[in-house]
């Protein structure tokens, strides 16, 4: 009866860690032009459903672009707006260096919130090595 009572407290303290478990996820853009609107939505969605959700976005190639000063979307509105709020709620914006030094681009023309990596490539792996998630929107 004992044995039952302490198998069954360890099986209901291993669900609930996984129940409190924080949610890590990775989104990948490397396309600004056909991903960057559609993967701001899904992070929003995805805050606004699990707000407690550890979010990075990481960005190499064409995916940089949205997150450069003066970068608006196909109907002119401005990404900064989107990318600073979803700062504030926690979410951590990555850029590939080798993207910068590839297309010959400067930190100074990226926005403040952007943080940078030495490989995008090398930090979706690093980033999935530590248990998140990978989402390409």
Known sequence: ???????????????AAFAWAQDKVAYHINDSATQAL??????KNHLDTDPA??????THAQGVD??????????????EVAVQELVRRGVRFE??????KSRALK??????EAHFVPS???RLTQLQHQGYAYIKP
């Open 1 to 15: 009866m004992a044995i039952r009572h302490l198998v069954a407290g360890l099986l209901l303290s291993t669900v």
């Open 38 to 43: 559609s993967g701001l939505r899904n992070v």
């Open 53 to 58: 959700a550890q979010i990075v976005v990481v």
């Open 66 to 79: 949205f997150l450069m000063t003066d970068a608006t979307d196909r109907n002119g509105n401005p990404y």
């Open 95 to 100: 850029v590939c260096e080798i993207t910068l």
């Open 107 to 112: 930190k100074s023309q990226f926005l403040e």
């Open 120 to 122: 995008g490539v090398v």
